[in-house]
């Protein structure tokens, strides 16, 4: 089992760039695939991007956010540019044991978030 803390949210300007970071403790890390996944007030979850045997993306952030991990550091990265307002949401890191989805239902494991706001 591992647990998972966000970090990397903050404040910034429409246009600008952000990187989240998402560590993971845990001895099975390499065996999950992670993903992002975004919540903004009165608005449902929804899928962010995911790693873990390829990667996907979001249609509304592809091209614009890049995920990647790094395994020796237990690690996993957002990195978002040109941001939108409509990007305005607190972030989740989620684990899954197995392949990735975008189906959050599918995610066991999940860290508090971090809040990412977009100023326009």
């Known amino acids: 089992q591992v647990l998972l803390v966000e970090s990397g949210g903050g404040l910034v300007q429409a246009g600008g760039s952000l990187g989240l970071s998402c560590a993971a403790s845990g001895r099975t890390f390499t065996s999950y695939a992670m993903g992002w996944f975004r919540q903004a007030p009165g608005k449902e979850r929804e899928f962010v991007a995911g790693?873990?045997?390829?990667?996907i993306y979001a249609d509304s952030v592809k091209g614009r956010f890049t995920i990647s991990r790094d395994n020796a550091k237990n690690t996993v990265y957002l990195q978002m540019s040109s941001l939108k307002p409509e990007d305005t949401a607190v972030y989740y890191c989620?684990?899954?044991?197995?392949?990735?989805?975008?189906?959050?239902?599918?995610?066991?494991?999940w860290g508090q978030g971090t809040q990412v706001t977009v100023s326009s």
């Open positions: 790693i873990g045997g390829g990667t």
């Open positions: 989620a684990a899954r044991f197995g392949f990735i989805t975008s189906n959050g239902n599918e995610f066991a494991l």
